[in-house]
């Protein structure tokens, strides 16, 4: 009778063990659910389509200030025995950046056709942009000077991947990824440059 009920009291306390484990993770994971939504259509070839996802934690999260992280840059690359000076990005929403460089993309298009990089590549990129998920306008702060652009955020070659406009038909290119706090502002964005060798660049929230 007494190896009965310890033997009870030890399965009830393993059920109780198991089913608090179940709902912490359970709860774990409601905080990293992705928005229950289907992806958004593509627009049509040879247009340059806004589009809006929530599941996309860059279009989520990427605007306001961010500064270098000295910090981790230090763990990057501990080699290096300095970092430069300043260095700083702000993206803000912007209705006459966002309509520039939606236009602007859709007049280079055709122009990329006969690129000395092939047909493949045009082709590529006008995928890449039926589906812009994100434009507004970057102010970049490099020691002494303020450059200003509007950019498009898509994916390229399953990378997330910023187009730049500065100019009329200047246009840049940066890889950018990022390492997202769920539950506060401990984000970490890697700006790199437009080729993969590129280093990146790890920047907070700037407070």
């Given at each position: 009778m007494f190896r009965t009920t310890a033997l009870l009291l030890v399965v009830c306390v393993l059920t109780a063990f198991a089913t608090t484990v179940a709902l912490a993770m359970a709860e774990k994971k409601a905080d990293f659910e992705i928005p229950a939504?289907?992806?958004p259509e593509p627009g049509e070839s040879g247009k340059a389509t806004l589009v809006s996802d929530p599941a996309n934690l860059l279009a989520?999260?990427?605007?306001?200030a961010w500064t270098l992280d000295?910090?981790?840059m230090g763990r990057m690359y501990p080699e290096a025995k300095?970092?430069?000076g300043k260095y700083e990005l702000t993206f803000t929403e912007n209705a006459?950046?966002?309509?520039?460089?939606?236009?602007?993309?859709?007049?280079a298009m055709p122009s990329l056709q006969g690129d000395d990089r092939g047909d493949r590549f045009a082709a590529d990129f006008r995928e890449a942009v039926r589906r812009i998920y994100q434009c507004?306008?970057?102010e970049m702060v490099e020691g002494d000077e303020t450059m200003t652009f509007d950019y498009a955020l898509i994916s390229w070659r399953g990378n997330p991947h910023l187009i730049l406009r500065e100019g009329?038909?200047?246009?840049?290119?940066?890889h950018i990824m990022l390492a997202r706090d769920p539950k506060g502002d401990n984000d970490i964005l890697f700006m790199g440059g437009d080729q993969t060798k590129e280093l990146f660049a790890p920047m907070k929230r700037k407070k």
């Open positions: 939504k289907e992806m989520l999260e990427l605007r306001g000295l910090e981790v300095s970092f430069g006459e950046s966002q309509t520039r460089i939606l236009a602007t993309i859709e007049v507004g306008r970057l009329k038909d200047d246009f840049e290119s940066a």
